[in-house]
């Protein structure tokens, strides 16, 4: 379709804006954010449509069709074969066409629109034992409706099918607007039923010319053959099933309104057998021997993907069966039965019946849509032979053949996958960034599909062709087959319209490749993105677009943290893939053109808490509060920056600064004075500006003296214990010092002598809020500082404990990573121990205080993106504190939640998860929130009438108090001993 000119673009904005009630977009922002799915491939799109309903659709092909304007419909954009990408308008169902329209537990049927996430589905479906049986790695994100255009499977097919299967009725609009209902079974004439005249005279002449072909032409005993059309499931033999033919045409035909979906009775318990093999091999003969044993699931994976997983049986690879049963004993009697069948091929094998173990387990197998895209060695690896599939008993051999094709080709991967459906998963290590990688990739690509033709398999076993195996259907099907793809196409949609260039008529394998557009040379950067060689460019590369970020607000599986922003507002700018998809566009420079100066960029890492969670939750460890503070860095260089950049980016700064005159201060918080300061200095009117600490903990540190037994440590004086809460640092010495620990602060640093000027010290900082600004010559110069006083005491291998998680993740991450040329700063990373881990390690033997208690609360986002919970979970047991904290995000996130516009966004991450977890809480449970942000989120929204006046406590607050009125001095020696008694503001430290 020809290109259009500015006047027929702003014709074509125009009218789609007046007839849709939906939103119209052609803004840079929004296309950028639809350029890519989660295949090699990108297609810029000229806007983006999201209509409320099925008349929105009509509306908007009307339009597209008199502008002759392509038409890509959209669910979640996980698609790997390229289908959720291309040029013209893209329908995006995720925003409106959401609505579970009925369920029927008499009939077992759903009706639903395509925007459905599937686990909605399942949750609502759920109370009446009932599920939706298809459920691939994606299900907490992919929509209905992407699934139908896929035809998705999932690890449950061997037990239900494929969504083909589980099709009863499909509404959908063609191109040129006709309305087809489209189910099984024929009309008067002999044609499929639900067809208008025009469509059902084309289908019929087209299917009663094809018999033989239709019959002759497609392989058999194939549970995953996905390619091509399905047309063989309109012959009459086969109940003449339109809705199960158009089931998995990738959006070419016609664009889905409403589905009739069938459920499944779920079954009352189920037991995880892992049946352990030498390698993925023996893995893959075995696969299909358990079949007759009707497990639910045979999943393999091998060692490269599970890692360090704890609980599996000792083996090179493993298969995950599933077994259900009327009753746990019914369950685990079948597993049993079935393990002991596979013994002779087994090395060993275990029975995990508790929910909290599979789920453990199974989330490794979910995340290796993208932990396989990063081999062992740290290099990428793509999909685009993501998932041929074989008649299950060819699995071995065909997998022996595909491990030699790989070593002749010189290339490495690690497959997993639907090993009891002969389907195999794999991301390759293709070199997709020089033409003499990319002729490798094709080459290696028509001679894998010989190899998949000659095992009797299919070239897709789950995800669909789109653009990444069409073009070679003809090495499966023959050319006459194909070819009768593209004259079914013609019938349906004669003017091309309805995503052009995939499944018929395809764009070439290696064309639109997603990387040929980015720079050829590493960006100058701050950070030393150690984990991508240096390079910021292979760093957003990492987001390959499994959109496990975009698990929404009402989802029940979703990730511990991440992305809290996008959980708020439901937007793709605010999740962590919708970040990265802009952040390549701006390197690309094609769609975002202004480059670090970008706007688009700018608006979209606005709403970014800089909580850590993508570096942890993200199967491929994006880490978007780095790629934010380089941003930041870069926009604002030279230029005035926000108000709480030079507020709360420079606050240990100004708390250093204003200690002395706490009292004063505090008394202006609270007066009418406190709204002009909070709006010069971009705070949020919603907010109360925190109480400074009228003695700082580091000048009753100096009052109070050193200790002088014990092991000593060096404990961290933070900014935010220090001037905001330093309660939390006399706690923490009391209890470490009960622990048989000696904390000795670290010295300050001298400033320069300036003129007449008495000498000054300034206290250590880690720099989190000059990082979290994107202010780095600041951090930088704050980070050296700080190595320079803390190498010498950390030579002698004394540990540095730190009580803030956001700071002690700091350490530990962006010091090391913003001075990667000084190798005393990896020096000071590896010494960094939280609390609990200092009490944890430092003193196994020392019994805390029995508390007895249950807790609710909040673990710090660092601290489970960055320094992990088992010690604090380990030190909350011995004391007696049950139960679990909570995931998500407090929603303050250090200056984010005080800053001006934010206030509704924190307030709606706090309520994700843990508002209503204190509020469920009874009177004597314990609120745990290690992080200042995360209590004064609770202090200040308590304050507000939402939590009824109860707080969080640092554990160190809780501990201490638990321990009794032993002296506070009991542990403690003469003053200014050790490796430096920290001063307060303006005075000399004694070390």
């Given at each position: 379709m020809?290109e259009?000119?500015?006047t027929?673009?702003?014709?074509?904005?125009q009218?789609?804006?007046?007839?849709?009630?939906?939103?119209?977009?052609f803004?840079?922002?929004?296309?950028?954010?639809?350029?890519?799915d989660?295949?090699?491939?990108?297609?810029?799109?000229?806007?983006?449509?999201?209509?409320?309903d099925?008349?929105?659709?009509?509306?908007?092909?009307?339009v597209?069709?008199?502008?002759?304007?392509?038409v890509?419909?959209?669910?979640?954009?996980?698609?790997?074969?390229?289908?959720?990408?291309?040029?013209?308008?893209?329908?995006d169902?995720?925003?409106?066409?959401?609505?579970?329209?009925?369920?029927?537990?008499?009939t077992?049927?759903?009706?639903?629109?395509?925007?459905?996430?599937?686990?909605?589905?399942?949750?609502?479906?759920?109370?009446?034992?009932?599920?939706?049986g298809?459920?691939?790695?994606t299900?907490?994100?992919?929509t209905?409706?992407?699934?139908?255009?896929?035809?998705?499977?999932?690890?449950h097919?061997?037990?239900?099918?494929?969504?083909?299967?589980?099709?009863?009725?499909l509404?959908?609009?063609?191109?040129?607007?006709?309305?087809?209902?489209?189910?099984?079974?024929?009309?008067?004439?002999g044609?499929?039923?639900g067809?208008?005249?025009?469509?059902r005279?084309?289908?019929?002449a087209?299917?009663?010319?094809?018999?033989?072909?239709?019959?002759?032409?497609y392989?058999h005993?194939?549970p995953?053959?996905?390619s091509?059309?399905?047309?063989?499931?309109?012959l009459?033999?086969?109940?003449?099933?339109?809705?199960?033919?158009?089931?998995?045409?990738?959006?070419?035909?016609?664009?889905?309104?409403?589905?009739?979906?069938?459920?499944v009775?779920?079954?009352?318990a189920?037991?995880?057998?892992v049946?352990?093999?030498?390698?993925?091999?023996?893995?893959?003969?075995?696969?299909?021997?358990?079949l007759?044993h009707?497990?639910?699931?045979?999943?393999?994976?091998?060692?490269?993907?599970?890692?360090?997983?704890?609980?599996?049986?000792k083996?090179?690879?493993?298969?995950?069966?599933?077994?259900?049963?009327?009753?746990?004993?019914e369950a685990?009697?079948?597993?049993?039965a079935?393990?002991?069948a596979?013994?002779?091929?087994?090395?060993?094998?275990?029975?995990?019946?508790?929910?909290?173990?599979?789920?453990?387990?199974?989330?490794i197998?979910?995340?290796?849509?993208?932990?396989?895209?990063?081999?062992?060695?740290?290099?990428?690896?793509?999909?685009?032979?993501?998932?041929?599939?074989?008649?299950?008993?060819?699995?071995?051999?065909?997998?022996?053949?595909?491990?030699?094709?790989?070593?002749?080709?010189?290339?490495?991967?690690?497959?997993?996958?639907?090993?009891?459906?002969?389907?195999?998963?794999?991301?390759?290590d293709?070199?997709?960034?020089?033409?003499?990688?990319?002729?490798?990739?094709?080459?290696?690509?028509?001679?894998?599909?010989?190899?998949?033709?000659?095992?009797?398999?299919?070239?897709?076993?789950?995800?669909?062709?789109?653009?990444?195996?069409?073009?070679?259907?003809?090495?499966?099907?023959?050319?006459?087959?194909?070819?009768l793809?593209?004259?079914?196409?013609?019938?349906?949609?004669?003017?091309?319209?309805?995503?052009?260039?995939?499944?018929?008529?395809?764009?070439?394998?290696?064309?639109?490749l997603?990387?040929?557009?980015?720079?050829?040379?590493?960006?100058?950067?701050e950070?030393?993105?150690?984990?991508?060689?240096?390079?910021?460019?292979?760093?957003?590369?990492?987001?390959?677009?499994v959109a496990?970020?975009?698990?929404?607000?009402?989802?029940?599986?979703?990730?511990?943290?991440?992305?809290?922003?996008f959980?708020?507002?439901?937007?793709?700018?605010h999740?962590?893939?919708g970040?990265?998809?802009?952040?390549?566009?701006?390197?690309a420079?094609?769609?975002?053109?202004?480059?670090?100066?970008?706007?688009?960029?700018?608006?979209?890492?606005?709403?970014?808490?800089?909580?850590?969670?993508?570096?942890?939750?993200?199967p491929?460890?994006?880490?978007?509060?780095?790629?934010?503070?380089?941003?930041?860095?870069?926009?604002?260089?030279?230029?005035?920056?926000?108000?709480?950049?030079y507020s709360?980016?420079?606050?240990?700064?100004?708390?250093?600064?204003?200690?002395?005159?706490?009292?004063?201060?505090?008394?202006?918080?609270?007066?009418?004075a406190?709204?002009?300061?909070?709006r010069?200095?971009?705070?949020?009117?919603?907010?109360?500006?925190?109480?400074?600490?009228?003695?700082?903990?580091?000048?009753?540190?100096?009052?109070?003296?050193?200790?002088?037994?014990?092991?000593?440590?060096?404990l961290?004086?933070?900014?935010f214990?220090?001037?905001?809460?330093?309660?939390?640092?006399?706690?923490a010495?009391?209890v470490?010092e009960?622990?048989?620990?000696?904390?000795?602060?670290?010295?300050?640093?001298?400033?320069?002598?300036?003129?007449?000027l008495?000498?000054?010290?300034?206290?250590?900082?880690?720099g989190?809020?000059?990082?979290?600004?994107?202010?780095?010559?600041?951090?930088?110069?704050?980070?050296?500082?700080t190595?320079?006083?803390l190498?010498?005491?950390?030579?002698?291998?004394?540990p540095l404990?730190?009580?803030?998680?956001?700071?002690?993740?700091a350490?530990?991450?962006?010091l090391?990573?913003?001075?990667?040329?000084?190798?005393?700063?990896?020096?000071?990373?590896?010494?960094?121990?939280?609390?609990a881990?200092?009490?944890?390690?430092?003193?196994?033997?020392?019994?805390?205080p029995?508390?007895?208690?249950?807790?609710?609360?909040?673990?710090?986002?660092?601290?489970?993106?960055?320094?992990?919970?088992?010690?604090?979970?380990?030190?909350?047991?011995?004391?007696?504190?049950?139960?679990?904290?909570?995931?998500?995000?407090?929603?303050?996130?250090?200056n984010?939640?005080?800053e001006?516009?934010?206030?509704?966004v924190s307030v709606?991450?706090?309520?994700?998860?843990?508002?209503?977890?204190?509020?469920?809480?009874?009177?004597?449970?314990?609120?745990?929130?290690?992080?200042?942000?995360?209590?004064t989120?609770?202090?200040?929204?308590?304050?507000?009438?939402?939590l009824?006046?109860?707080?969080?406590?640092?554990?160190?607050?809780?501990?201490?108090e638990?321990?009794?009125?032993?002296p506070?001095?009991a542990?403690?020696?003469?003053?200014?001993?050790?490796a430096?008694?920290?001063?307060?503001?303006?005075?000399?430290?004694?070390?």
């Amino acid at each position: 379709m020809a290109e259009r000119n500015e006047t027929e673009q702003r014709q074509l904005e125009q009218e789609l804006t007046a007839a849709v009630r939906g939103e119209v977009s052609f803004a840079a922002a929004d296309r950028a954010l639809m350029t890519m799915d989660a295949s090699n491939y990108r297609r810029v799109p000229e806007a983006v449509v999201a209509p409320r309903d099925a008349e929105d659709v009509a509306a908007a092909l009307r339009v597209c069709r008199e502008h002759g304007v392509p038409v890509v419909p959209r669910g979640g954009g996980t698609s790997i074969a390229g289908q959720a990408t291309g040029t013209g308008v893209v329908l995006d169902f995720t925003r409106h066409m959401r609505r579970i329209a009925s369920l029927d537990p008499e009939t077992r049927t759903a009706v639903v629109q395509p925007g459905v996430i599937l686990d909605d589905l399942r949750a609502a479906a759920a109370p009446h034992g009932l599920t939706f049986g298809p459920d691939p790695s994606t299900h907490s994100r992919c929509t209905l409706g992407g699934m139908i255009g896929n035809n998705s499977c999932g690890s449950h097919s061997v037990a239900w099918g494929t969504t083909a299967d589980n099709v009863r009725a499909l509404d959908l609009l063609t191109y040129g607007g006709e309305r087809v209902r489209a189910g099984r079974g024929t009309d008067p004439t002999g044609a499929p039923a639900g067809l208008p005249p025009r469509l059902r005279d084309g289908v019929k002449a087209l299917v009663d010319a094809e018999l033989a072909l239709l019959r002759t032409g497609y392989p058999h005993d194939l549970p995953r053959r996905i390619s091509g059309y399905a047309l063989d499931a309109l012959l009459p033999e086969a109940g003449t099933d339109l809705a199960r033919a158009l089931t998995g045409s990738e959006g070419t035909l016609g664009v889905l309104t409403e589905a009739t979906v069938r459920l499944v009775e779920t079954p009352a318990a189920r037991v995880l057998a892992v049946l352990a093999y030498p390698d993925e091999s023996a893995a893959a003969e075995a696969a299909h021997t358990l079949l007759p044993h009707h497990p639910m699931t045979v999943e393999g994976m091998a060692a490269d993907l599970v890692g360090a997983a704890t609980g599996l049986p000792k083996g090179g690879a493993w298969l995950f069966v599933e077994m259900g049963g009327e009753s746990p004993r019914e369950a685990t009697a079948r597993a049993e039965a079935l393990c002991r069948a596979a013994a002779d091929g087994t090395t060993d094998h275990a029975l995990v019946t508790d929910p909290a173990g599979q789920r453990a387990l199974w989330r490794i197998r979910e995340d290796a849509s993208g932990t396989a895209t990063r081999l062992t060695d740290g290099s990428e690896a793509w999909p685009g032979w993501e998932d041929c599939a074989v008649p299950p008993a060819q699995l071995g051999p065909y997998l022996r053949d595909f491990r030699a094709l790989l070593v002749q080709h010189g290339l490495r991967g690690t497959p997993y996958g639907h090993f009891g459906d002969g389907c195999i998963h794999i991301r390759i290590d293709f070199d997709l960034l020089t033409a003499p990688g990319i002729r490798r990739f094709r080459d290696f690509s028509r001679d894998l599909a010989d190899l998949v033709v000659s095992h009797g398999g299919s070239l897709s076993g789950e995800h669909g062709d789109g653009q990444a195996r069409a073009e070679l259907l003809p090495a499966m099907y023959g050319r006459e087959l194909v070819d009768l793809f593209g004259r079914f196409k013609d019938v349906w949609d004669p003017a091309g319209g309805l995503n052009p260039g995939m499944l018929v008529r395809p764009a070439r394998l290696d064309d639109n490749l997603r990387f040929d557009v980015l720079p050829r040379r590493p960006v100058p950067v701050e950070f030393g993105y150690p984990h991508d060689n240096g390079d910021f460019t292979a760093a957003v590369r990492r987001c390959v677009g499994v959109a496990k970020c975009r698990v929404p607000e009402s989802s029940s599986s979703s990730p511990d943290v991440m992305c809290p922003s996008f959980r708020a507002t439901g937007e793709e700018q605010h999740s962590t893939r919708g970040r990265a998809r802009l952040l390549h566009e701006m390197l690309a420079g094609e769609v975002i053109t202004d480059g670090w100066r970008s706007p688009e960029v700018r608006d979209a890492l606005d709403l970014c808490l800089s909580c850590k969670g993508c570096r942890s939750d993200c199967p491929v460890g994006v880490d978007m509060a780095t790629y934010k503070a380089e941003f930041l860095h870069h926009h604002y260089a030279g230029r005035l920056r926000p108000a709480a950049h030079y507020s709360m980016g420079r606050l240990p700064q100004w708390l250093h600064t204003a200690a002395p005159a706490a009292p004063a201060l505090n008394l202006l918080a609270r007066s009418p004075a406190a709204a002009v300061a909070k709006r010069l200095a971009g705070i949020a009117a919603e907010r109360t500006i925190p109480p400074l600490a009228v003695e700082p903990f580091t000048r009753w540190w100096w009052r109070r003296g050193a200790p002088t037994a014990g092991r000593t440590v060096i404990l961290w004086p933070d900014t935010f214990t220090n001037f905001l809460a330093p309660e939390v640092g006399r706690a923490a010495v009391r209890v470490l010092e009960a622990a048989g620990l000696r904390p000795l602060l670290p010295p300050t640093a001298p400033l320069r002598r300036t003129g007449l000027l008495p000498r000054r010290h300034r206290p250590l900082c880690c720099g989190l809020t000059y990082v979290s600004t994107g202010q780095l010559d600041r951090a930088r110069a704050v980070m050296r500082r700080t190595v320079d006083v803390l190498s010498p005491l950390l030579r002698d291998g004394h540990p540095l404990v730190v009580l803030e998680p956001s700071c002690a993740a700091a350490l530990r991450t962006d010091l090391p990573e913003l001075l990667s040329g000084d190798p005393r700063a990896a020096t000071v990373a590896s010494s960094v121990l939280t609390f609990a881990e200092a009490l944890v390690t430092l003193a196994p033997d020392w019994q805390p205080p029995r508390i007895d208690r249950p807790v609710t609360g909040q673990t710090h986002c660092h601290q489970h993106a960055v320094l992990g919970d088992a010690a604090d979970r380990h030190l909350r047991e011995r004391a007696g504190l049950t139960g679990q904290l909570q995931g998500g995000c407090c929603g303050l996130a250090g200056n984010f939640g005080f800053e001006r516009g934010h206030y509704d966004v924190s307030v709606a991450c706090a309520e994700d998860r843990l508002l209503p977890a204190v509020r469920e809480s009874g009177p004597e449970t314990e609120i745990l929130a290690d992080g200042f942000s995360c209590r004064t989120q609770l202090e200040q929204l308590g304050q507000a009438g939402q939590l009824g006046g109860r707080r969080g406590r640092h554990v160190a607050e809780v501990l201490a108090e638990a321990l009794g009125n032993a002296p506070e001095n009991a542990a403690s020696g003469n003053s200014g001993s050790g490796a430096g008694a920290g001063a307060g503001a303006g005075e000399t430290p004694s070390a």
